[in-house]
């Protein structure tokens, strides 16, 4: 069932407005392409708003936001809700400077988001309003575990109630909630944290996803979630001798492009609760 | 013939100047030094126009452009042009925002350009001063085929005609022309555009090659043409199981690294109309 | 000995703030991560000064820099200094455009950097208040020999007691001094040269060296230059036919990430003037 929203992809090809990073923006735009959509990159405010018209989804991503590029995230951000396109948010480092975490808060209270993904570090922070992030990456006190998994399923589905908005928690384990179910998703490598960009890219990916499968949020982020573990793990058994995190992350946007609704759906492993 | 422009690049090793997006500006930097030339950015207002004085090119290329970095490009065409530089304009998007079309159209009327390159939406825009673009790449409605291509060649040659440039229109198959001549290039690869940046690359590349050749700027663009399509042939043909756009990406790059005047010379595919 | 350094930088994986170009930004978090550290970017003036507060090093890059960046590199290094933080200088391009040089120049005028690497053109500009440099590359008039070694070694000495800092030079051979001890290092591969950002992964990286290793600057910043053209000459030697610049790169990276303090230590070529 979860390969059926990548066919969705692959099929209907959405082109995705990315308002990104200067660090990861190369990487985000091909496991985009890869994934079968298209990227758009804009951040002057004007053009970010007059791009988002001819796209179907936005992902909004605030890791090396400046004043600009906040003012182009708001303006897109108004378009893309008055013209009902697919609207996402990944807070980077939100928790880790009161630019990000506030310039974070003001987007949600502003914008109506359909899904917001971050690490657990960065949705405490939301929640709270406040928090303590290792720059971009998560405390590792915030981590999902086995232990803590039936208590964060409710946190995640709680601020999926209070936002409106699916919630894609992803780390170790990957939590993705609506108010009512949330998937517990166990794809993916220890690995990808050695790499910049694995959560961009996966924020990309995810708004191709629910771009292409509006009636089915909560189902097309988890199998973009499950999609990009299963691509860090196929991408990890091809690894050769002598290869290291740089060739890793090409052999993981190589996976994805390489991934097929089949593929995807005998190598998803999650549960819902 | 077409092998001696690339000769000439690794010879003379032109450093390039580029005022460029965010998005691919590794890869294009990458290319030219793979080609055998020199990059370097700057975007800053002052310094892109001071960095372009000990430069022998200029390569403006609009993605991802903003208001400082619109002043750049007119700072640093403008002193480009007073030093007799190669100056070429990629107008990526162009067709896709006011912002973009109204900027490219604004350096053309104020700059004379060697070289004009982009799909053939852009173009399209360019010549109608409107026009619709399915984000950065090129509407299916306007892509150059053998059917159309008697019209299209015209369509360049007119173009170059009324703006004094070499008009390099890429896609599927490639159009390279002055006001006299056409030339047609079919290398290449479809899979190419499942990569970002192919296009952004082959500006930077081109500009190298111009810088290199100035005397026969038809010539070395089509040179240049032809080696980027011919280097995702090779860089195809060299693909491994399981490996797909990333590593696609790395590979056309190696292929450039890795071509000679004589490669280029046996697997160039071109006629003149 | 040097393969401590390294040994140190895996067990604190210390976060390093990047102020840097938007060329060979991704290559330079993927460098860090390989190295064991953790990276971070920020250039929005409050943002960066925010993010420093939780990193332990800081390493100002000024390749593309804009009016925002640069206040953003004076006011993170303000309160990176207050903290006491590790502070690197990569004056790129200083003496190519007036805006870096005298932005350089007044960066070490207002902070007390730890370290300023750069290649020869560069720090001769700094000494000099004036240069000339092809670009961000060297001036091949300024490159290490060992016809000049002694000469050498003599100036970057003098610059380090002038300066306070540890000078690395960087180059076909390397100087890496203070102001009574210079290393001369000889690892690395001319192929280097043919790829963008090695020498700014080499500054990010050897930001997280020293913020490893506070007490012995010197010798952390010998250990990761040694370190960097070891990557360079092992990723050389597992190159593949047909493969090039490109992947070299993800190559150099991947044997960053391989590396450890017993390889490093076997394979560092170096002597002490």
Redesign the interface.
């Known amino acids: 069932m979860l390969g059926s929203y990548l066919d969705n992809v692959r099929e209907k090809s959405p082109?995705v407005h990315n308002i990104t990073?200067?660090?990861?923006?190369?990487?985000v735009?091909?496991a985009i392409?890869?994934a079968g959509a298209?990227?758009?990159?804009?951040?002057?405010p004007?053009?970010a708003e007059?791009?988002t018209r001819?796209?179907s989804a936005l992902n909004i991503n605030i890791?090396?936001?400046?004043?600009?590029t906040i003012d182009a995230m708001f303006r897109a951000g108004r378009k893309a809700q008055e013209l009902g396109h697919s609207l996402l948010l990944d807070p980077v480092?939100a928790g880790?400077?009161?630019?990000?975490t506030n310039t974070a808060l003001k987007l949600m209270k502003e914008l109506r988001f359909d899904v917001i993904r971050g690490n657990a570090s960065e949705i405490k922070t939301l929640v709270l309003g406040a928090g303590t992030?290792?720059?971009?990456?998560a405390d590792k006190a915030d981590s999902v575990s086995d232990d803590n998994l039936a208590f964060m399923a409710g946190f995640v589905k709680d601020f999926s109630r209070s936002t409106g908005a699916v919630i894609a928690l992803t780390g170790a384990v990957d939590l993705v909630a609506d108010s009512e179910r949330c998937c517990v998703i166990r794809n993916g490598r220890p690995e990808m944290g050695?790499?910049?960009?694995t959560g961009c890219m996966l924020s990309g990916v995810m708004a191709a996803f629910i771009a292409a499968n509006p009636e089915n949020v909560l189902e097309a982020c988890a199998s973009s979630v499950s999609m990009m573990g299963l691509a860090g793990e196929?991408a990890h058994s091809?690894l050769q001798e002598?290869?290291?995190?740089?060739?890793y992350?090409?052999?993981?946007?190589?996976?994805?492009?390489?991934m097929t609704g089949g593929i995807l759906e005998g190598g998803a492993r999650y549960e819902v609760l």
Do not use: K, W
């Not at 880790?96 to 990000?100: E, F, K, Q, T, W």
């Not at 992030?133 to 990456?137: A, K, M, S």
């Open positions: 082109l990073n200067y660090v990861t923006v190369n990487d735009a091909n392409l890869a298209s990227p758009v990159m804009a951040d002057d004007q053009d007059e791009i001819i796209c890791g090396t936001l400046n004043t600009r480092g880790a400077s009161s630019v990000r992030t290792h720059g971009v990456d050695r790499i910049t960009g196929i091809h002598h290869e290291g995190n740089s060739t992350r090409n052999r993981i946007i190589d996976a994805i492009y390489n």
